[in-house]
């Protein structure tokens, strides 16, 4: 089993769960939905939600994604892109992904 993570907010989680697929925010925008393995998880938190209270991660296996999944990125540090709505049953759970008193984050216990 592979584990890829996306940060979102338990708000955004719940209207997934409702709609019955999740698209995040940048689907509509973007094409696909930013995804990141275990190791990746805090430098993303750290360079793009500094700060930012009220977060969760969804722990995804990346098998039982149903829309395309590319490994994608720049100086070989490659990030999983789901091109499709992420279906609900791939998820297999949620961690909440807070940060230090700081504002940086590590890497949340899976």
Request: hydrophobic share 40%.
């Amino acid at each position: 089993m592979t584990t890829i993570l996306h940060i979102t907010t338990p708000a955004a989680w719940d209207a997934a769960r409702g709609a019955g697929a999740y698209r995040g925010d940048t689907l509509a925008t973007q094409g696909f939905i930013h995804c990141s393995r275990p190791e990746q998880l805090a430098g993303v938190g750290n360079r793009f939600f500094r700060g930012t209270r009220g977060l969760i991660a969804l722990v995804i296996e990346r098998e039982r994604i149903s829309a395309p999944v590319k490994d994608e990125g720049a100086d070989g540090d490659l990030f999983p892109h789901i091109y499709g709505p992420l279906n609900l049953d791939a998820v297999l759970r949620t961690v909440p992904f807070e940060p230090r008193p700081d504002g940086g984050f590590d890497a949340p216990a899976l």
